[in-house]
T-cell receptor, first 114, second 111 residues
Framework: GAGVSQSPSNKVTEKGKDVELRCDPISGHTALYWYRQRLGQGLEFLIYFQGNSAPDKSGLPSDRFSAERTGGSVSTLTIQRTQQEDSAVYLC????????????FGNGTRLTVT | EDKVVQSPLSLVVHEGDTVTLNCSYEVTNFRSLLWYKQEKKAPTFLFMLTSSGIEKKSGRLSSILDKKELFSILNITATQTGDSAVYLCAVASGNTGKLIFGQGTTLQVKP
């Protein structure tokens, strides 16, 4: 079946512009995660959605970052007034349930802020 | 603060060598430890470990967890050039199962 789908695969934007990154998880997966990976670094947790529960936003680096998940499926990560330090690969992952189940990752969106 | 530390950060070996990658962790409410392989884009799942001392094996790869000493190792025997990748260790903690990742170990296998 289809894996986790992310779009766009690449995004170049000017400093100060807003961007929206989209994630379409595997059908039936209730848990959805966003991670950020800077060049040569590990994965940095951003936000987590589980079903209809309130999301865990503890990893969002600033109030310029927000995310929503509509209908328990597709998620959008929005970065307002982008800065050069936001340049990274943004990875989305989903799993059938929370609690340490292996995550299935998308191919990510490579964001470059010029 | 929860943290996961991997070592070495990078490693260069020749085909046929055996490598051991290390992962140590300090997290509250440990649930499981996972290993992923990342080649170009999406990390792909290798192993999930929840119990100490039980080796998980898949072909030339194996992994074991020590919950007393708070570490795990990933072994790769008879390495091949296709094993070249970044190997990520992650620990699931708390009720959400949020994964905390280490920095990764970059493995390069030369012919």
């Amino acid at each position: 079946g289809a894996g986790v789908s992310q779009s766009p695969s690449n995004k170049v934007t000017e400093k100060g512009k807003d961007v929206e990154l989209r994630c379409d998880p595997i059908s039936g997966h209730t848990a959805l995660y966003w991670y950020r990976q800077r060049l040569g670094q590990g994965l940095e947790f951003l936000i987590y959605f589980q079903g209809n529960s309130a999301p865990d936003k503890s990893g969002l680096p600033s109030d310029r970052f927000s995310a929503e998940r509509t209908g328990g499926s597709v998620s959008t990560l929005t970065i307002q007034r982008t800065q050069q330090e936001d340049s990274a690969v943004y990875l989305c992952a989903s799993s059938p349930q929370s609690g340490g189940s292996p995550l299935h990752f998308g191919n990510g969106t490579r964001l470059t802020v010029t | 603060e929860d943290k996961v530390v991997q070592s070495p950060l990078s490693l260069v070996v020749h085909e046929g060598d055996t490598v051991t990658l290390n992962c140590s962790y300090e997290v509250t409410n440990f649930r499981s430890l996972l290993w992923y392989k990342q080649e170009k884009k999406a990390p792909t799942f290798l192993f999930m470990l929840t119990s100490s001392g039980i080796e998980k094996k898949s072909g030339r790869l194996s992994s074991i967890l020590d919950k007393k000493e708070l570490f795990s190792i990933l072994n790769i025997t008879a390495t091949q050039t296709g094993d070249s990748a970044v190997y990520l260790c992650a620990v699931a903690s708390g009720n959400t199962g949020k994964l905390i990742f280490g920095q990764g170990t970059t493995l390069q296998v030369k012919p």
